[in-house]
């Protein structure tokens, strides 16, 4: 067994240097384990071990080793509670072994061990530079909140806490990764999350085993249902305004420190199509918004095939006026449809690829010149048609219209598939495509709940926040498969008509 293994399993010892010999053998090789010994009052050995960069040093001389260094005592034997009333630190917790002492230096913790004493004290006095809250670049919107989660997790619970303040706002903790021991918190509404989908959730968490949890997508990847699937099962956001929501419907949400992404399950196709400024706009224009992103979730998926499939099989669907301009466009190509499709295809993503991974300053001005030039040159020089680069480009234009970016890349990606049946198969390969992602999304579970709820199966009182954004006096029910223990949401008669019509003025 590994030595520093083996000595964080022991018992703290009375014997100060053999506590510190113990440390030193564990934390060997380690230059930012800082070990600072002195005496209390000027008679009794003590130690203070601490990680540098995580503690708040001007805290521990202030509150800590300050009026330690001034007590005077013949003998020390204070508890736990005694010790607090000495120095200034609300946070004092006992450790008796060094797997506890551990996990609390690893939290930024500072540890006071005092000879003649068999534990340590654990102080709070942990402190690390933080970033500071921005509006996720990701889901930015007009009118709503401008707040996103960071990579610390109290300040992420606490900006939780703030939107709803009750206590049936239930978070559940658990140390994930052998080496990283990462905190993983599941969050969820007592009283309305199904009990079920929060022992399912609670269950596929605590059965992770793993040596590290570095990013909320860890914990995506090992507990989705189907994880084969290109569709994303489980929502990922950095707002807290859509995790509050989230939880008053009745879903769970998972926040992982480190990273401000956190998790939304279970979550269904329609949710992922679902923008925060939906409900936060009039309810008539979040409808309309929501019409134009179904039909570009759409246009995404199928235009480049359908322009294959007609251009290659079905002239006869073309206007004849048309299809002489496009046939004079494509004289001089030397690649049928599909390959052109496809050669545009990979180059419009690898540009957006290349914006992404680029600096801020570059990336959008390389996406955007790069498309122009290299759309007009492989024009001019007769490699793709004109009509080829207008479709590409719309659809470019639609795959950003969609609110979850893994949405985006799910059918960005099956575009390909589709656009080769079509090329062999034009119209036929097309539906043969289409009907195949249909089944697999009728196929699909998130944590048990259908994919396409509340479509299929069909639940019609439940569609008035699908196929519309109904006013929210309207929406008075959460949703059956994640809020049924709570189902009423608010009582009847909240629509805000006046019964007296013009006549409140009179």
Known sequence: MDASLSNSLEAVSYSLDDNLRTLQVIYTKCKDVN????????TTRALIVYIEGMVNLEALDRNVLSPLLSETIEEWNYTEKELSSIISISDVKEASTFSDIIAHLSVGNVELFIDGIPLAYSLGLAHWEKRNIEEPSAESVIRGPREGFTETMSVNTAMLRRKIKSPSLKMVSYKIGKHTRTEVVVI??????????????EQRIAEIEIDGILESGYIEGLIEDHPLSPFPQIQVTERPDVV?????????????????????????????LQSPEDYYQRFIIGTLIRWLRYMFF?????????????????????PTSLLLSIAKSREDIPFPALVEALLMEVSFEALREAGVRLPKQVGAAVSIVGALVIGQAAT??????APMVMVVAITGIAS???PQYSTGIALRMLRFPIMILSGILGLLGLMLGFIVIVIHLCSLRSLGVPYLQPLAPIKAKELKDVIIRAPIWSMRTRPKFTGKMNAIRQPSGQRPDSPKGDDIYD
Do not use: C, K, W
């Open 298 to 318: 759409f246009i995404t998926l199928l235009l480049p095939s359908l322009y294959v499939a007609i251009l290659t099989f079905h002239q006869e669907m073309v």
């Open 400 to 402: 950003f219209m969609m």
């Open 244 to 272: 509050s929501a989230a939880l008053l419907e009745g879903r769970t949400a998972i926040l992982v420190d480190g990273t401000p992404f956190s998790l939304i399950a279970p979550a269904t196709l329609f949710s992922l």
């Open 188 to 201: 969820y509404m007592e009283g309305i999350a199904n009990e079920g989908l929060i022992q399912e959730v």
């Open 380 to 385: 001019s020089a007769g490699l793709v048609s």
């Open 35 to 42: 070990f600072h010994e002195f005496l209390i009052g000027g």
